[in-house]
């Protein structure tokens, strides 16, 4: 296990259509995290995972956005009815423990086009 | 809502002199960490101090932090080109919190050769 997989790395979509992004964590992480970041900021946490329970999301999260995580293992996050402003790299990570408070480990992004 | 703010927002030196990056934080506080991100990639974990810690060190990185004022410093010494990127401060609030580990909005780092 290298690190934390995301796939694809870059999607363009027109706007209106859905898209769905998959995160593959670091195999014994528990906690798995999704991140937003447009150009010039820092990431904005988008919703966390203690296994395969969702346990937060963020109060600025559109009902647009959903995510997943089956069985505690990758997780996905869906954008549905996509608009222009949805464009940004979205960052997913893990860390170990039940806790928190630990490092994060990030996986190299989702680049979203929205056109 | 993004918890930490660096400063400054740019930075621009030249190879061999030494960096220093501040974050200030609003809330309680169980540690802080600082990453560093590549143009267009995925961020890296650099270092993790905790509320009871005032200095740490690893490798060339100095982090010193100040719960009374709420602040902390990163410095990298004997810059390389390699340590051009953006950097970030982010912290857990001490109660857990809602908004996961928070990112302030981050120093770019440029190496001049």
């Known amino acids: 296990d290298t690190g934390v997989s995301q796939n694809p790395r870059h999607k363009i979509t027109k706007r209106g259509q859905n898209v769905t992004f998959r995160c593959d964590p670091i195999?014994?992480?528990?906690?798995l995290y999704w991140y937003r970041q447009t150009l010039g900021q820092g990431p904005e946490f988008l919703t966390y995972?203690?296994?395969?329970?969702?346990?937060?999301k963020s109060r600025l999260l559109s009902d647009r956005f959903s995510a997943e995580r089956p069985k505690g293992s990758f997780s996905t996050l869906e954008i549905q009815r996509t608009e222009q402003g949805d464009s940004a790299m979205y960052l997913c990570?893990?860390?170990?423990?039940?806790?928190?408070?630990?490092?994060?480990?990030f996986g190299q992004g989702t680049r979203l086009t929205v056109v | 809502s993004q918890q930490g703010e660096e400063d400054p927002q740019a930075l621009s030196i030249q190879e061999g002199e030494n960096a220093t990056m501040n974050c200030s934080y609003k809330t309680s506080i169980n540690n802080l960490q600082w990453y560093r991100q590549n143009s267009g990639r995925g961020l890296v974990h650099l270092i993790l101090?905790?509320?009871?810690?005032r200095e740490k060190h690893s490798g060339r990185l100095r982090v010193t932090l100040d719960t009374s004022k709420k602040s902390s410093s990163l410095l990298i010494t004997a810059s390389r080109a390699a340590d051009t990127a953006s950097y970030f401060c982010a912290t857990w609030y001490s109660g857990g919190g809602a908004d996961g580990l928070t990112f302030g909005k981050g120093t770019h780092l440029i190496i001049q050769p």
């Open positions: 101090i905790r509320s009871n810690e």
């Open positions: 195999s014994e992480h528990n906690r």
């Open positions: 995972f203690q296994n395969e329970a969702q346990l937060e």
């Open positions: 990570a893990s860390s170990p423990g039940t806790g928190g408070y630990t490092e994060a480990f």
